[in-house]
């Protein structure tokens, strides 16, 4: 046997011996690397807030102070601003409403700029939410998404000591000509033990009904 046969023998082992271990750490590299990062989820845009009767709006105009004014929304949906009465407000967003207010004192104020604050919040009748009966403060608030029955007994101050909360109900209708539905709830149980399972989330236009308790 040559020398040359005698190198290529040797080689073949030492080849056979580095290929596997490579092949070891790249097996090696792969399961320990971290897998690859996930999209982060898309989160939505909250919807524009739509005025209704019984909110409180601020409306300024740039460099008007005489213009600016702070009232209620009128029960009719209307408010009345310097040189621009009886506008009609409800169902409007704020920027809606400030782009119309623009607009209407064009015919007397140059370039106006028009800005609209909501301060006081109720919210159009749809998109209401109401308590009645043996509330601290029964009241009236504009939905929020993903209010839940504690939040609004929060925003009411809580439950009368005549009231008989774990006989409360919610009352639901999926559409204004559809039966009313009725949903149980145990306030008591949720405010005084903590049971959350009783903190039902509400829905626009669902009313909580708190009883009077028996004496």
């Given amino acids: 046997m040559t020398e040359t046969d005698m190198k290529t023998r040797l080689q073949r082992p030492l080849r056979s011996t580095l290929l596997a ?3 070891a750490a790249t097996l090696a590299a792969c399961e320990s690397a971290p897998p690859p990062a996930q999209p982060a989820p898309q ?3 909250a919807p524009d807030y739509v005025i209704g009767p019984g909110d409180t709006l601020r409306v300024d105009v740039y460099r008007q102070p005489e213009l600016s004014v702070a009232l209620p929304v009128r029960p009719d949906g209307r ?3 310097p040189l621009v009465p009886d506008v009609e407000v409800a169902g409007k967003t704020p920027t809606e409403l400030a782009k119309e207010i ?3 004192l064009r015919a007397y104020v140059r370039e106006p700029t028009v800005s609209v604050m909501v301060t006081s919040f109720t919210g159009v009748p749809g998109k209401q939410v109401r308590v009645i009966g043996e509330a601290a403060q029964p009241l009236t608030v504009a939905y929020v998404e993903g209010m839940s029955v504690l939040d609004v ?3 009411a101050g809580g439950l009368t000591r005549y009231a008989s909360g774990n006989r409360a109900e919610i009352i639901r209708r999926e559409n ?3 039966p009313p539905q009725i ?3 145990r306030l008591n149980d949720l405010i005084r033990d903590g049971d959350i399972t009783q903190d039902v989330q509400m829905r626009p236009g669902d009313t909580l009904v708190i009883p009077q308790g028996w004496f």
């Fill in 21 to 23: 271990a490579g092949l």
């Fill in 43 to 45: 989160i939505g845009r």
């Fill in 79 to 81: 408010m009345s601003l």
């Fill in 102 to 104: 623009e607009q209407k």
């Fill in 153 to 155: 007994v929060i925003r």
């Fill in 176 to 178: 204004p000509d559809a």
């Fill in 183 to 185: 949903i149980r709830v």
